[in-house]
């Protein structure tokens, strides 16, 4: 019990401490900030309003994170990994956290950072972190991969978790590996080429091992 309120209490601190400095910092930034970078590192510039929007995200989708296991039809389930559960929380909001600061810091001091390489080294961790994180992570309908064969199989959904993880644990390794000496254009093709197969093999392999589990029965029938 105490592990789990200090879960909750550490995912909430994370979740709420981009509000409190967005707001201590909001009367001292410049009218205008940097808000987006695109993949050749060009910057555009937007109201310091939508750094409190941007901060705001986290509680969000810290109250997201509590709600959905008690609305998931499958909520048993989430006992089974709510230990993963509980560590995705805490890492999300984590992330979120570094996003705002790096967001912070270039609005007071332009340029300090390489945004694209410190972006590209959130990804490559965040990715790694969800790679270990698929195989754990039992059937529902929020989390996941979530296709007519893996929510009506367990063996199925299993496989298919185990595929994703190991096929997002090796891009956020390609993207670590490289964020320092490849050019941000050519890990944005990586991540997101490697996000496509990672959604798309697995999704092609659940309809086929479905379709093998489900002719099984029959195979058996026939031969007695």
Same mark, same amino acid.
């Given at each position: ?9 550490? !995912? ?36 310091? $309003? ?13 109250? #997201? ?27 999300? #909001? ?29 990804? $490559?961790?965040?990715?790694?972190f969800l790679g ?10 929020? #989390? ?33 590996? !490289? ?18 197969l990672t959604v ?12 093998r589990l489900s ?10």
């Amino acid at each position: 019990m105490k592990n789990k309120r200090g879960i909750i209490a550490a !995912t909430w601190i994370l979740a709420v401490l981009p509000v409190v400095l967005c707001l201590a910092a909001f009367p001292f930034l410049p009218e205008r900030i940097p808000m987006h970078w695109d993949v050749n590192g060009t910057v555009s510039y937007q109201g310091k $309003g939508g750094l409190l929007g941007m901060a705001a995200l986290s509680p969000l989708l810290a109250a #997201m994170l509590f709600a959905l296991p008690k609305i998931d039809p499958k909520k048993n389930n989430y006992r089974r990994f709510s230990k993963y559960y509980s560590f995705f929380g805490i890492f999300l #909001m984590a992330f979120l956290l570094a996003c705002d600061l790096l967001v912070l810091s270039e609005s007071f001091f332009p340029g300090r950072i390489s945004v694209g390489t410190a972006v590209q080294a959130l990804v $490559g961790v965040l990715f790694v972190f969800l790679g270990n994180m698929m195989p754990k992570i039992k059937s529902n309908f929020f #989390m996941g991969l979530k296709n007519p064969w893996t929510l009506s199989s367990p063996d199925v959904w299993n496989r298919a978790h185990r595929l994703a993880g190991a096929l997002l644990f090796l891009t956020g390794l390609a993207v670590l590996l !490289t964020c320092f000496w490849l050019p941000p254009a050519f890990a944005f093709w990586l991540v997101g080429g490697m996000t496509v197969l990672t959604v798309l093999v697995p999704t092609v392999l659940s309809y086929v091992w479905y379709q093998r589990l489900s002719r099984q029965p029959n195979e058996k029938e026939e031969e007695n």
